[in-house]
């Protein structure tokens, strides 16, 4: 096992420090970065006395102008996010997502627990531009720690008038109220976290018609971002979009925070520069993962949290850029890379991301609910060595009823394969049935090898006629 | 009024509607509708899509996934749920095309995955939507070789319902129906993923008066309705198109048999009445026509016991009678059970022989002449601006209307503002609901007209009164005058009477209304007082619906001969000196006339018990051995007479009501009166106000013969509020004595915080102590002591 | 079997005060009622129907949906061991079969004793940590079969039982909003109006 510069057990801090630029972990190296005290002396709630200092509407162009993308999954720019509800529709809502559950993912539980403060000022921040009367932030029911240190924060908050009330004596009021969840992975998905909000079990909405910012909590228009999406904002207001989009590329600007582990020397959750970070960068840098465990080779990686198709060494040299990604066949996700090294047993790997995936369907669509099972059900019997050739045909003829078409998979030099573009088509309602086909496909279609070696051949026996 | 013909479509083109689209559908042009879902116009242009989860009367989900079908987008064609996809000019849908195919085979496939193949063995099978689609829109073979998911198998979820977890396909029919429609969400998908099942609360049945619609919409064999189960194979039933006359909603239903014995009513979507559902009453009442205790022959007094006899001998014993009778000592009372020609023909032989002592109504509805205020129907009601309830509670009395107006008013379409002693089932959909005691209405009306806020509402748009008999326990002319107030105070109101006996309405309205004031309470006075020598009981039981049981008592036994015309040997005909069985619902043709006047038809399917006959041929017979012969033979007949003489029911009537919507017809009746509210007096010793109404299971005849629900009746009880409860010094469920002036009887008593302070509420005609002994007819309101013993 | 104690019905309504709608906080209640119990029970569930206007049975269809609601008792401590991706591919499984012998029970069983209960739990956001494991839904990283082995020794010892509660208890801290800085929770059809700031001048 690797050890990490600080991360003894039981409390390994995750976070790498280094001296990149950092927008949203600047506060991580001080032990008590989470209290107000150490907030308020490190430009804390500046950001929003800059912004109450200026009418919403240039608020919310600043965020515009800065392309704030969103660190949920999608990647779509939280500023033109906002402006998307319908006019004259009131109240809106703003849904903080910290449901953070993406296999391999991990930024926004450290964000809560480290610098709750920050999110809050985010909050605040995208209420006052987007003309949002009351926040609901929705923690993952497991983050016991996230939940404590944002309470703990929020009291705070609203003891020194941060929150509530006429905010810093201005006219500006609005309640942030901390919610938690209770343990279920499709939550993460925006509608069904508005259904959860609202007391209900947590499956998705369909959109069409569904989306939040016109029909989303309670039927108003509601706007749901991500915690690292919201924590970037008091930074974005305190030094403005220049500063903000001279980091990274033009199209992915700032920095984001990605999540590396498995089998890397040092696997952790590194602030990198957007766009211009390579995985060759983050697997093998010095200041990041330096390289492979044991100086092993690297077999595969997953590029985007659990539900993203599989890279091999080839894709490399791909950088933090959605529009590089997606053509090479998969996502940037949630930011979280799984590394597989050369020992790795690849149809087990895979089988542990279907299972999770079949495991947390909701159960509201068939495919997702009928076909994910059925997907971990035919893998387990290949894994435990007890598959037939079929099943290998059959894993992909169950996939085509979740997703139908071509998939999306990586290029691959060796196998004399094209990539398949991002995204998917999809059957389901929502994204978690084509999750438990992805690793499937990605496995599958760059490993057939290792799954051919543990099926039994049918053995065709002549059947003669009794006469 | 005028009459509407919702059925013929008019010749005449209107103009562009600004609503229409037109989309291609599989390279045809399809008329829709905006807003409409791409499913609901391929079901109208006849292209079927599969589907399992959505259904026309509820919201759409998208949960199933079979009916996705390819819609031309601006990236190429794209995979869309049809049920959830809303139409759009110009919009290309194809639901033929290989991948649309490879999809609905897909689903069907996962579907199946974990869904038990046991079709032999399951009631569905044959009616089944998945075995159907699985044939028609599947792959024909499953390579699912896994072990399926596995649960208890069945489990009750209610008396009627049973419950098989292994068949669900998770499609939230049922558990959308009792949320969205019937609003008793008591069932709801549990636990999640592959485990996900519909389950009720542990010890907490799913007891909706609704729950058999969920049965009927369940696309599989998961949800079976215990009357049903194992009872027939689909191919073997035989059925016709119906209205049910359990009440006078009229919903429309298809009655079922098989080897000539009733076994299933289900629902049937009538567009201006029920949308295809039914209460649980109505569809398990069938067990009462199949019931071994009905009457198969006339029956003759004698001594303590009854003898079988002819109908010729019956019929000559009756017909001298009348003829010996003196003028104007003939009674009629009844007729509501029957049908239109029924009534009509009762009502021509009384004409006839001049007798003028008829009602067809038991003192517990409201006067006929409610009919003479300006008429609403049911989707007026639903679509008025405001609709002020002055009425029973409607999911006792009248289910399905009651799902009516809830839906209007969830979707909000109307407001609904409620006078009533009691909380009701809409009180929590209603706008604003006030408490009046009974006796206070008028008053309560008054106050509600003088807020200013309330007349605006009222100003704002069309305004339906829904007028019905709350309490049986409170003089009728308090509603009426209730209504005259309202009508008074409100431009352009107009009523939806909501008398509640199956064919009231056509009974009425075709001649068994009272004459001259004699309406059933002073005919029962009369037959006290010896005045009646011949009491014609029409499927009447008085000793069971007249609120005032001594007045039932006097009248029965002072009656000089008694002919109960019946289904059973009701406690009223058990009083008769003869009984002719009469056949019963699905025994006979004919129309019937539901609350809002609309006229649709019944249907016999099964052939009459023993030697029982229509109604209507009863009368006929008489008629001829009296010396007047109305010269029918046939239903056609009869209906050719009604046409002639009826006014306003029109020749053609009885041919629109075979349609399934009918026909709203408007025909005389009693000139309108105004009616003043009776005064009270004081309530001195006797502090309780006391609210006596009908609940969905009550000891009625159909409901007690019906095996399903004769055990459904709560009994008895006294609900008070809890600080009065503390008052009267009583645990709750302990026996009380509640008494006044005319008697003393012992009931258990609860408490309600919902029921007003001394109010006492009081159900009607339930198991045990008899609430009607405290009843006198003319009592303004019924005021009682409650003491603990 | 139990309601909600006095104490925690006034929590409950300072709980659902905050939301535009009762019912949005059937889920924190839930959690509430499984801190009283450890478990969450009928009576509870039925309790918090009444509170938030829903029926028991859609109290129990959203409780079932979430895998931390247990609807019988479990051990005082619950451990979790994540056993996705990133945490099977540096040793979950080993860890899983080491905590099942050490406890002496399998997956989802419970110690005679009733104070472990071992779960297979999905990922639980800690993947560079891996293997981890949760304890009452505090985290233990990099878990190895020795320390397993002192966690639960401390836990038997009574030594971690100020960082850990017993099973029910999430978070520790509560959020209060005193009734003179919140705004107030308002029913969104109650609302027509834009927010105050919305004025196109500055706030401050």
Redesign the interface.
Known sequence: ?TS?PG?T????P?FIVGDRPKIVTSRFEYEDSYTLQRYLATDGYAGL?AA??????DVHDEVKNATVLGRGGAGFPAGNKWGLTPQ?V??RYLVVNGD???????K??LLMERDPHQLIEGCLIAC?AA????CFLYI??????A??RV??A??EA??A?Y???N?????????I?????????VVGEETALIE????????PR?K??YFPAAIGL???PTIVNNVETLANLPWLLLNGAVAYTAIGTATSPGTRMV?????VQR???YEIINGITTFRDLLYGEEFCQGIRNGNELKAF?PGG?SAPWFTPDQLDLPFEASQVGPAGSMLGSG?I?V?DST?DIP??AL??TR?Y??????????C??????LE?ILSRVVDGKGTDADLD?LM??G??IC??AFPHASNEKLGIAAVPFPY?M???CFVGPSAYAPVHSALTLFRDEFEARITKRVLIPVTAVS | MTTIDTNTESSEMPEKDPNAVSITINGRTVEAQKGEFIIAAADRADEFIPRFCYHPRMSSVGMCRQCLVEVEGPRGPMMVVSCMTPVAEGQVVRTETPQVKRAQEGMIELLLANHPLDCPVCDKGGECPLQDQAFSHGAGESRFVEEKRHYEKPIAISELVFLDRERCILCDRCTRFADEVAGDPLISFTQRGNNTQVMTFPDEPFASYFSGNVVQICPVGALTAEPYRFKARPWDLEQRESTCTTCSVGCRTVVQSSRDELLRYQGVDSDPVNWGWLCDRGRFNFQSVNSEDRLENPQTKAGDSYATTTWSAALDTISRTIRHATPGSVAILGGARGTNEDAFMWAQLADALGVTMRDAQLDDGLPASIFSYPQATIDAACSAGTVILLAPDMKEELPVLHIRLRDAAEKKKIRIIEISARETGLTKHAWRSVRAESGTSVTAVQQLLADSAIAAQLASGPVVVVAGRANLAEDAAHTMAAVDAVLAGVQNASVLPVLRRGNVRGALSLGLAPQSGKDAVAILEASARGQVECLILLGADPMNDIADADLARRGIAGAKFVVAIDTFLTQSAAHADIVLPAAAYGEKDGTTMNLEGRVTNVVQKITPRGTSRADWMIAAELGLLLGHDANVTTLADVQKLMGKKVPGFGATTTSVAVKRDGIVVTVPTPTRTSFVAPTITPRNSYEFRVDVSRKLYDRAVGTITSPALANLATGVSITIHPLDLERVGAAIGANVRVSNAHSSIVLPVQSNEKVPRGTAVIPFNQPGADVRELIRHGDSVVDVRIESM | MARLTEENVRLAREIIGRYPKARSATIPLLHLAQEQDGYVTNDAMAHIGELVGATSAEVYGTASFYEMFKFEPVGKYLINICGTMSCALMGAEELMHHAESRLGIHMGGTTPDGLFTLEKAECQAACTEAPCLQVNYRYRFRVTSENFDTLIDQLQAGELNSEIPAHGTVAAVRQHIPADRGVGAVAPEDVTEGPAWLDGKAAL
């Not at chain 1, 057990?9 to 390994?12: D, G, I, K, L, Q």
């Not at chain 1, 609910?369 to 059925?374: K, Y």
């Open positions: 096992m990490n991360g057990w039981p409390h390994a995750g006395r109450l200092g200026r009418p919403a509407t004259g009131w109240p953070e559950s993406e296999p391999g993912t991990y926004d539980r006052y003309g949002l009367s009351q993952r029911g497991e983050m016991a720690l939940q404590e309470a703990t929020l009291n609203y003891a008038g929150v509530g009330k905010i810093l004596g201005s006219k500006f009021s609005v309640d109220v901390l919610h938690w969840g209770a343990g279920a992975y959860s909000l609202e007391g209900n079990r947590g499956m369909l069409p018609p309670y039927g108003q999540a590396v582990s498995g089998h696997p952790g959750v997953v659990g979280a799984m597989m790795t087990r790997a542990t991301l999770f079949a495991h947390e369907s909701c159960g509201k669509c068939t495919p609910r009928e076909g994910g099972t059925w059900r059959q003829e169950v085509e009823s139908p078409g088509r059957n389901t309602i």
